[in-house]
């Protein structure tokens, strides 16, 4: 029914192209061997594309947004081809960054796959430009905020991007986000995860 109905009636189709654990129509009981049989009764061509692998890890979707959650934003990237990005528009925060002299982007995350919270290196683009920085993904534990954001520092960069939409790329995991027990210890600990940061997108690509 599905066949008929949908791919032949409603789509018109002559050929269909399938992944290899292609399921569809009732409870998901057809398969790639089911839809070969109707595309031969039905006059449409049918090809079934195979599982592809990444140094042996299978690509597919549900890995790709695992491995985002898990916070491996690099093995990610791999079975991407391109780093996993946020993109939204520059909203104001508290501006706390500026008071320890790492002043922030923020972005609401929205209805993207949520990374592990933590810190990583980044590069952001600009109006055309990549720009290297470093960014937190959470809740900022230390002084607490009610949602989600991706707030990120922009290495060298002072141009005002309040209202801009920007995109960010996430290139490496740092570390997990952590309370600190006084401003002072997470200013210290932003300019050396900085420092990782500026190494990590210094090195040359895997």
Avoid: C, M
Avoid at 79 to 106: D, H, M, S, W, Y
């Amino acid at each position: 029914q599905f066949s008929r109905e949908v791919i032949v009636d409603a789509i018109g189709a002559s050929h269909v192209s399938i992944g290899y654990d292609y399921r569809y129509g009732h409870n998901r009981s057809g398969d790639p061997a089911a839809l070969l049989e109707q595309g031969a009764a039905l006059g449409f061509g049918v090809t079934i594309v195979p599982a592809i692998t990444e140094d042996g890890e299978r690509v597919s979707s549900t890995a790709i947004r695992a491995l985002i959650r898990e916070g491996a934003v690099d093995r990610a990237a791999l079975l991407l081809t391109r780093p996993f990005a946020i993109e939204g528009e520059v909203i104001t925060g508290a501006q706390r960054g500026r008071t320890i002299n790492f002043p922030t982007a923020n972005i609401a995350l929205g209805d993207y796959v949520r990374p592990k919270f933590g810190v990583y290196a980044v590069r952001a683009r600009v109006d055309g430009a990549s720009v290297p920085g470093v960014a937190n993904i959470g809740v900022k534990p230390t002084v607490g905020s009610p949602e989600p954001l991706l707030e990120a520092h922009l290495f060298d960069f002072s141009a005002d991007l309040y209202g801009k939409t920007i995109e960010v790329d996430l290139i490496a995991a740092i570390r997990e986000e952590r309370k600190f027990e006084s401003f002072e210890a997470l200013r210290a600990q932003i300019a050396a995860d900085a420092e990782t940061a500026r190494k990590l997108l210094n090195s040359p690509s895997p």
